[in-house]
């Protein structure tokens, strides 16, 4: 290989514009690349990193235990504190378990009924399981996981996933285990990438080297999560690996052999060809419901009120075979514009607003 010299991004927020952060990102993924096809691309460019990781589909995830792999093969040093059981679905909910030991056992059996709710898997001492939602499992991590038992209190970086399918657009994200696992470290001061991939789910000790489905979405994660540690500002103490109160939303294609380590990034906005549900009459059971896709697609989902309108729709990127990687913010506040301002101004008798 010729000798290569690393592009130097010019990242050093607030100076720098957020959009910016991203696509140096999406630079230093570009690098990586070209360097090698496969994992630990980048693990020379930046010292090891403090890294709490959890998902929504369960501490036995082959997702999840192939990009624990690769991360800590990077030279960083990795946390899993993630659910018991399958969790898919909860959004942000904080569900704490009522109940100090397992009722049944755990995923794939892993731990068996009667053990704590809490505790490390029998062959890892960084890999914690609990009996909770994926946001409840965050917390467990910050507060009882890492002070007690890891050699580091605080972590640099939370990573969720990579998930059993994408989790694209605005209301998708809503529900997402794996988004609220990441958006509760954000609201906690600590950066957060959330990872979802297009594969099925499979258990980890069904995974075996690298032609799988789960080590192909681990290797592209991999690629997003190092190059995100790589492009930090440097020599700046105590400075975050991303803006505070920013994360990333990374969604990831179906990837093949032939592919998977070449698969194109973009940087791309939660709206532009997002879906959201619709109610769908089960007509063998009266007075129950499924869902579906709402179509037309719905206006108020993808009506780009804040951030770069000109980028792609991650839904889209991600349909056109690309790595979409979204930025997203834990401020729900409305931006100010034409019609924020009309809207306030309706309400000032009430509120007093004076714009």
């Known amino acids: 290989m010729r000798g290569t010299t690393a592009p130097r991004c010019l990242c050093s927020y607030p100076l720098s514009p957020v959009p910016l952060v991203v696509g140096c990102i999406i630079l230093a993924m570009r690098y990586s690349s070209a360097l090698a096809g496969a994992a630990l691309v980048l693990a ?37 504190v993630a659910p018991a059981l399958q969790q898919s679905g909860q959004g942000g909910r904080t569900d704490f378990t009522t109940e100090p030991a397992l009722t049944g056992p755990s995923q794939y059996n892993l731990v068996p009924a009667g053990a704590p709710s809490v505790g490390p898997d029998p062959l ?24 007690k038992f890891a050699d580091f209190a605080v972590p640099d970086l939370v990573v969720t996933g990579p998930n059993y399918g994408t989790n694209l657009g605005p209301f998708v994200w809503t529900l997402s285990g794996t988004a609220g696992a990441a958006y509760t470290a954000t609201a906690r001061s600590i950066p957060a990438i959330a ?7 499979i258990a980890y000790y069904d995974v075996h080297g690298t032609d799988s489905d789960a080590y ?3 290797a592209v994660s991999f690629r997003v999560v ?17 803006p505070l109160g920013h994360g990333l939303n ?39 419901f499924t869902w579906s896709n709402l179509r037309p ?6 009506e780009c009120v ?15 075979g690309k790595v979409a990687v979204s930025l997203f913010i834990v401020d729900y506040t409305a931006p100010l514009s034409f019609e924020s301002v009309g809207v306030m101004a309706r309400l000032a008798s009430l509120t007093g607003w004076k714009g």
């Open 216 to 218: 192909r979405a681990a």
């Open 226 to 242: 190092q190059a995100v540690i790589s492009s930090a500002p440097k020599g700046k103490k105590g400075k975050p690996i991303l």
């Open 195 to 201: 990872l979802s991939a297009s594969n099925k789910a």
């Open 250 to 288: 990374v969604n990831i294609p179906p990837l093949f052999a032939g592919n998977f380590s070449r698969v194109p990034v973009v940087q791309t906005r939660f709206t532009g060809g997002a879906e959201v549900d619709a109610v769908v009459p089960v007509p063998a059971v009266p007075g129950t």
């Open 124 to 147: 890892d001492s960084h890999i914690w399981y609990y009996n909770g939602t994926p946001a409840a499992c965050t917390l467990v991590g910050l507060d009882y996981v890492l002070p």
């Open 306 to 320: 804040t951030g770069e309108c000109g980028l792609p729709g991650e839904t889209n990127a991600v349909a056109a």
């Open 44 to 80: 020379g460019f930046c010292n090891g990193i403090n890294i709490l990781m959890s998902n929504d589909d369960g501490f036995g995830s082959g997702n999840l235990r192939e990009l624990y792999k690769l991360l800590k093969g990077a030279g960083h040093n990795v946390y899993i």
């Open 297 to 302: 697609l719905a206006a108020g989902v993808n």
